[in-house]
T-cell receptor, first 111, second 117 residues
Framework: QKEVEQNSGPLSVPEGAIASLNCTYS??????FFWYRQYSGKSPELIMS????GDKEDGRFTAQLNKASQYVSLLIRDSQPSDSATYLC???????????FGTGTRLQVFP | GAGVSQTPSNKVTEKGKYVELRCDPI?????LYWYRQSLGQGPEFLIY????????DSGLPNDRFFAVRPEGSVSTLKIQRTERGDSAVYLC???????????????FGEGSRLTVL
């Protein structure tokens, strides 16, 4: 079992719809959770971080964390074609700065 | 510079050769990370440094891989006797030291694409 699992996609949504991206992790002691966006041929960039159970909203993005279910999600409201990218889920454990990434989910937003 | 700088951006080498990849982190960032990414995969952790020392090198695949950061700034990833399976994009990232480990944002360079023929 991989430490961080994501559906590779592609996830296709129409412009203006809500895109829902999901991630599960295997290590129950994981404490910090991140979503990075990676455009094709580019490097990852951080879009959201979440550390406690519940929802965290930032503009059109909402991260959701459920530690009991070991599940993290990212919702993108009013999806735009410019949101088309691979979204990487990453987790870290206590007392370490080491970040473990999932394989990423490719999102395609069509006009 | 303003961001993480990696050189070379592209490296083509022959099987069995030695390769060095360089990373210049954001000024003031104490943590430096090396990842490698194959097509269609997420970044795979190799090693990270806090200052000059390797805090965790558990991701280095074997003893052909070695990384240094002698002055706590620039880092070099060294690969001996390269194999075709080493072909990937090698990503470097840096971050600030935070009060709570694991919460700092990683800033990535554009990567060094290594091709082993």
């Amino acid at each position: 079992q991989k430490e961080v699992e994501q559906n590779s996609g592609p996830l296709s949504v129409p412009e203006g719809a809500i895109a829902s991206l999901n991630c599960t992790y295997s290590d129950r002691v994981s404490q910090s959770f991140f979503w990075y966006r990676q455009y094709s041929g580019k490097s990852p960039e951080l879009i959201m971080s979440i550390y406690s159970n519940g929802d965290k909203e930032d503009g059109r993005f909402t991260a959701q964390l459920n530690k009991a279910s070991q599940y993290v999600s990212l919702l993108i409201r009013d999806s735009q074609p410019s949101d088309s990218a691979t979204y990487l889920c990453a987790v870290s454990r206590p007392k370490t700065d080491k970040l473990i990434f999932g394989t990423g989910t490719r999102l395609q937003v069509f006009p | 510079g303003a961001g993480v700088s990696q050189t070379p951006s592209n490296k083509v080498t022959e099987k069995g050769k030695y390769v060095e990849l360089r990373c210049d982190p954001i000024s003031g960032h104490t943590a430096l990370y090396w990842y490698r990414q194959s097509l269609g995969q997420g970044p795979e952790f190799l090693i990270y440094f806090q200052g000059t020392g390797a805090a965790d090198d558990s991701g280095l695949p074997n003893d052909r891989f070695f990384a240094v950061r002698p002055e706590g700034s620039v880092s070099t990833l060294k690969i001996q006797r390269t194999e075709r399976g080493d072909s990937a994009v090698y990503l470097c990232a840096s971050s600030l030291l935070t009060a709570r480990p694991g919460t700092g944002e990683l800033f990535f360079g554009e990567g060094s694409r290594l091709t082993v023929l």
